[in-house]
Every structure is written in structure tokens, then in C-alpha cells.
């Protein structure tokens, strides 16, 4: 199971999230955390992730139409392990500081 933290920047996003919005983001992670676990490299279509092209090293993966989530990879905190760190949700506007 890959670990993750969150920034608090990403906690104050979240808390200004609807619950509807909120469940959709678990259920896009559950879907995450599968493609991780997969451990092909690759994640489904369906999040369209991408690396954000304004900051190197930072991706972006859809929760919903218009609902976003930036995460970068952090240092191994499990041998063999996937670390997550969750920087910011919400709309495109993220995408301006992610």
C-alpha cells in the first residue's frame, strides 16, 4: 500500500470542498492507489494524469469535470513503496501554484 502525507495547504483545499466533491476525490484515489499498487508505471485514462508543465517533478491526476488534485512522489517511507505527497485540490485554478 503506497504511504502519502498531505500539505497543509492541500488540508485547507480539501476542507472547502463539498462532501459530494470529497467523495468523488476518494473514489478517484481508490482508483489511484489500485494503478500504484499495479506498479506499471502507467495510471487508467480515466485520471488523466500528467505532469504540470509550470512545475517539474509535480503531477496533476482529474477527480471530476472540472475537479483537480497535484501530488508529487516523496522519499520511500516503506522499502519498495510508492510515497505520495498530496500538494493541492480543487479546480484549474490549483494549476496556477500546485
Known sequence: MPTYEATP???ADLD????????RF????A???????AGRGRFRAG???????????VFELTWDGNGRATWSYGRAQIAGEQHVIWRRIG??????RP
Open 9 to 11: 495547504r492541500f488540508t
Open 16 to 23: 472547502r470542498l463539498t462532501p459530494a466533491q470529497r467523495r
Open 26 to 29: 476518494r473514489q478517484a484515489v
Open 31 to 37: 482508483a489511484f492507489v489500485y494503478d500504484l499498487r
Open 47 to 57: 485520471l488523466r494524469v500528467k505532469g504540470v508543465r509550470s512545475a517539474p517533478g
Open 91 to 96: 479546480s484549474h485554478e490549483i494549476l496556477v
